[in-house]
């Protein structure tokens, strides 16, 4: 029988926790074996002893607890090590996420797809909340080349190689569709119902969004220069090196014609792109040599769909 994995990172979400448990037993796949993980990360509530009752209970509980909070990527990243599902599905532990959707993953994901995003097509947040996220999404599907609507939503679910093989931090937990899609896993998307807040507070800001932007450059990066940052670096420093020779041809010129440019700003910039385009293929050959020494010390085989 196959196993499906619910991991459910928590942060003071005490109160939601016992009525989370029975909307996801009432609406748990038939035929699947199951566990639940539960990772504390810094509750400063009651939410620990409210996930060791469950355990008391149903040995298919469990809890992973961090001495402080770490953050969601990390709470993740904890629980991908541990589970044993086949299916592994993520969901928040403030009762937004809807467990009435389980087998709506678990269908798609049996349709052939190794990561199934969920998209809260219909949100119950504030204005302030929905307008900066639907702009983050926007541009993060045109750096990251994956086309979902929703990189946000924190209800998701993955063929257990998918986590297993992926290693996130920071705030990478949104971009894990995009790491996965990099080594060659199929990706999908589906429409989840989202539920208002009963209980407790979001513990997010604006300045996730911020933190966000970041990392969804360095999925950007990691997505189309992971093993050949020359590329990247080698056409910026094309262009400063060339911006430069064009600069100092032209005051060479100037010069031959008995101009004086020894005080002419345009010297110190035509000087400037010059060492910065030897700066930007400085660091595409260094950048090189570091994959190279990465692909010779750890073969990583992801990206093999069948081996015989």
């Known amino acids: 029988m196959e196993k499906i994995s619910i991991v459910v990172p928590v942060y003071n979400e005490e109160e939601s926790l016992p009525l989370l448990y029975e909307k996801v037993m009432e609406n748990f796949p038939q035929g699947y074996d199951r566990e639940i993980w ?15 009752s469950l355990i008391a209970k149903d040995d298919k509980v ?4 961090f001495r402080k909070n770490f953050g969601k990527a990390t709470a993740l990243q904890a629980a991908f090590r541990n589970v044993e599902g086949d299916i592994v599905i993520t969901m928040d532990a403030d009762l937004q996420d809807d ?26 947040d504030p204005l302030e909340k929905r307008l900066p996220s639907k702009l983050f999404n926007k541009v993060t599907a045109k750096l990251s080349g994956v086309n979902l609507h929703d990189f946000n939503c924190g209800y998701k679910a993955y063929r257990k190689e998918v986590v297993k093989s992926i290693d996130i931090y920071g705030e990478m937990h949104r971009y894990i569709p995009c790491l996965a899609y990099r080594k060659g896993f199929k990706i999908a998307e589906i429409v989840v119902h989202h539920n208002k807040r009963e209980f407790g507070k979001s513990k997010y800001g604006f300045e996730r969004y911020l ?30 090196a060339f911006i430069g020779f064009v600069i100092c041809l032209y005051l060479t010129v100037l010069w031959l014609l008995g101009n004086s440019i020894g005080t002419r700003p345009l010297l110190m910039l035509g000087v400037l792109m010059l060492i910065l385009g030897m700066q930007m293929f400085s660091i595409g050959l260094i950048g090189d040599m570091l994959v190279d020494a990465t692909i010779h010390s750890r073969y990583d085989e992801s990206h093999i769909k069948e081996k015989i």
Do not use: Q
């Open 62 to 65: 469990h809890l992973i607890s």
């Open 99 to 124: 467990p009435i959707e389980l087998s709506n993953f678990v269908n798609k994901i049996n349709e052939g797809y190794d990561v199934v995003s969920g998209w809260k097509k219909e949100r119950h």
């Open 38 to 52: 539960f990772v504390n990360d810094g509750s400063s509530d009651g939410s620990v002893d409210v996930i060791k």
């Open 211 to 240: 933190r966000g932007l970041f990392d969804a450059i360095t999925v950007a990066f990691l997505g189309k220069y992971y093993d050949r940052p020359m590329h990247l670096f080698g056409k910026g420093g094309l262009f400063c």
